[in-house]
């Protein structure tokens, strides 16, 4: 009972990152994003069609009306990070044999010997690195920042600034990004693309000419 009540108390963290980010969200909407990142940007020109495949996915899955705006994208990169840190503390607990919110070496020796020979010593560095003070024990406070730190490593800050990049894509500067606004950025890539290759078609024709 008190390893679901733990869980439940941290995975509360993500509706409080949710609220305090709808209220950043509708600055950054005031604000507008006019640069998209440059490795968004970079995906954007190798594969406009997976690039549009996996910004679809990010609206449909958080966006509402057709369109995402600043306060979904932060839905989306809340609801990531309480992912990684559920995935964190489900490790962790499952080898908290007495139930009492605390793991301790010989709770944890007795996962890692449970588990499949080539998991053992991942198993054994995470229990230790959950251990930050090396007494041997995990405790709730430990498993907060172990789950803390997970949902920090899935998501970096950075990688979150470039999802909000997308917005640099909001064509009609509304706040919101639409699939037909993503569809056009990537047209719109398809056609320079081809008109580059046209014209350096075209000045190596004209250079073999003047050779000949």
């Known amino acids: 009972m008190l390893r679901v009540v733990m869980m439940l108390g941290v995975l509360a963290l993500a509706g409080q990152v949710q609220l305090a980010g709808s209220a950043?969200?509708?600055d950054r909407a005031a604000q507008g994003s006019s640069t998209l990142s440059e490795r968004l940007a970079k995906r954007l020109r190798d594969n406009p069609e997976r690039f549009v495949e996996t910004v679809t996915g990010l609206i449909l899955g958080h966006g509402t009306g057709g369109g995402i705006d600043a306060a979904g994208i932060?839905?989306?990169?809340?609801?990531?990070?309480?992912?990684a840190r559920a995935s964190a503390l489900r490790r962790l607990?499952?080898?908290?044999?007495?139930?009492?919110g605390t793991v301790?070496?010989?709770?944890?020796?007795?996962?890692?010997?449970?588990?499949?020979?080539?998991?053992?010593?991942?198993?054994h560095l995470g229990f230790q690195?959950?251990?930050?003070?090396?007494?041997?024990?995990?405790?709730?406070?430990e498993l907060r920042r172990t789950a803390q730190a997970a949902a920090e490593a899935a998501l970096p800050e950075a990688e979150a600034a470039q999802w909000r990049s997308l917005l640099a894509l909001d064509a009609d500067s509304n706040g919101s990004l639409t699939l037909s606004e993503v569809r056009d950025a990537a047209q719109t890539i398809q056609d320079n693309g081809e008109t580059a290759s046209a014209m350096r078609r075209a000045r190596g024709a004209g250079t073999g000419a003047a050779q000949l």
């Open 104 to 123: 301790t070496a010989e709770e944890s020796a007795v996962i890692v010997a449970l588990a499949a020979a080539r998991q053992r010593g991942r198993l």
């Open 129 to 141: 690195r959950a251990d930050a003070d090396g007494n041997g024990r995990i405790t709730p406070s």
């Open 93 to 100: 607990l499952a080898a908290d044999l007495d139930d009492d």
């Open 74 to 83: 932060d839905r989306f990169i809340a609801v990531e990070r309480a992912a």
């Open 24 to 26: 950043m969200a509708q």
